[in-house]
Nanobody, 124 residues
Framework: QVQLVESGGGSVQAGGSLRLSCTAS????????MGWFRQAPGKERDVVAV????????YYAASVKGRFTVSRDNAKNTVNLQMNSLKPEDTAVYYC?????????????????WGQGTQVTVSS
């Protein structure tokens, strides 16, 4: 069982930055691939970024590549999402999720554990 808690959301103007963090419970955090997803009102939940358990492999959605950076600290059971050059279309609830080791997945239903979400609002 893994419990995830996100933090760091908020409101920012376009062009600004935010850093989201997700803290996990449990002693096997390093074995999980960790994903960040987002869901805007009326839209499906989409992948933003994924990082492997070791941190050596990452995936980014095309819409955020070059602006967002995913990282993790397995000693602290945390995964972070640094978001730069934010755009109004980045506005959404952001979720972190844990997936069992193996191939990096980008589909929400492949993930076993989810945080409660944190709101990110980018104004123009």
């Amino acid at each position: 069982q893994v419990q995830l808690v996100e933090s760091g959301g908020g409101s920012v103007q376009a062009g600004g930055s935010l850093r989201l963090s997700c803290t996990a419970s449990g002693r096997t955090f390093s074995s999980y691939n960790m994903g960040w997803f987002r869901q805007a009102p009326g839209k499906e939940r989409d992948v933003v970024a994924v990082i492997s358990g070791s941190g050596r492999a990452t995936y980014y959605a095309a819409s955020v590549k070059g602006r967002f950076t995913v990282s993790r600290d397995n000693a602290k059971n945390t995964v972070n999402l640094q978001m730069n050059s934010l755009k109004p279309e980045d506005t959404a609830v952001y979720y972190c999720a844990a997936d069992h080791p193996g191939a990096i997945h980008t589909i929400p239903w492949e993930y076993d554990y989810w945080g409660q979400g944190t709101q990110v609002t980018v104004s123009s």
